[in-house]
């Protein structure tokens, strides 16, 4: 396994993660409180997890620059995006984890503070989701253009087999 398969596998969990820790965090803010320490807890492991993928990122780029059809503006597009993503998920991690300690034992939560947590969620899952698009046009053409990527007709070759069969 080479680092930007390593980057590949890493990457994909805190996309997907952060996502599925704002469904929980969204069912526990509007009907099942119970919930709320479940979704800190995706938030906070997704933050952690964001990590590796983000360090792993250098040494893929060091082995795919220069392969054929990679563009290094689009390799350099991703590596700025994914700063501010790291920023965004260790905040929201840290907002998560305090969240967990502090309200731990409490009946009732603050009413922003759960609102922040689902900003700082929403923000992050944002910019680590865009991050991710950015990556996926590096080895990607057929997301990179805004017109759909059409195949060949298939009536053609059948008209022609229709053709040679005669």
Known sequence: MNPAHV???????????????????????????????????????MAV???????????????IRGLSGVSEATIEEHEAAAL?????????GAVA?????RFRHA?????????????????AGGLIGRTANLGAHIRHPEIRSTTPVTAPELSEP?????????
């Open 7 to 45: 980057h590949l596998l890493l990457n994909h969990i805190p996309v997907i993660g952060i996502w599925f820790g704002i469904v929980i965090y969204l069912v526990a803010l509007t009907r099942k409180p119970e919930w709320r320490a479940l979704g800190l807890g995706v938030f906070v492991l």
């Open 84 to 92: 501010p993503a790291l920023i965004a998920m260790l905040a929201l």
């Open 49 to 63: 997890l964001t990590l590796p993928a983000y360090l792993s990122g250098e040494p893929a780029e060091e082995l």
């Open 158 to 166: 059948r008209e022609h087999e229709e053709r040679e069969s005669r």
């Open 107 to 123: 009946e009732s939560w603050s009413r922003g503070y759960g609102w922040l947590v689902l900003a700082l969620a929403l923000i």
């Open 97 to 101: 984890l305090a969240g967990l300690v």
